[in-house]
């Protein structure tokens, strides 16, 4: 009869293959918002080897918020960070300029403390709608 520890070895092992199938959509790396205002095709390659394309609309938006080196800052996709445990969303954020376009979506204050952004899951789906190729889930 196996004990606790292998059936908790067991279980641990498969959530982590289920997660890497969950986040096989990751971007390789993330690009400028600055350099993808630049392409032809906005995208980014994906670890899964697919290209992730950005809808035109939405970079433009996200450069109408932000001022040119904001703009060179800011990477894309925004990782949205989905925990099981958490009740928000967090998205790490190095200058806080995620924290400022979610502020303009939103209608309402967003900061940034410790290079974290935090939103609430209902207001996950406000930022999705406005923002749903240059967002995308890590599921950790």
Request: net charge negative.
């Amino acid at each position: 009869m196996p004990s606790d520890k292998e059936s908790d070895g067991f279980m641990s092992d498969y959530l982590k293959g289920e997660l890497r199938t969950l986040n096989a959509q990751l971007p390789r790396r993330q690009k400028s918002l600055g350099a993808l205002r630049k392409e032809e095709h906005p995208h980014v390659d994906c670890n899964d080897g697919s290209p992730h394309y950005f809808k035109k609309d939405e970079i433009e938006y996200l450069a109408e918020i932000l001022d040119e080196n904001e703009q060179s800052s800011l990477l894309l996709p925004i990782i949205l960070e989905i925990k099981s445990d958490e009740t928000g969303i967090i998205i790490r954020s190095k200058e806080g300029i995620e924290a400022k376009i979610f502020t303009k979506i939103l209608g309402m204050e967003v900061s940034c403390r410790d290079d974290t952004v935090r939103i609430f899951k209902p207001q996950l789906g406000i930022i999705r709608k406005t923002l749903k190729t240059t967002t995308q889930y890590v599921f950790l």
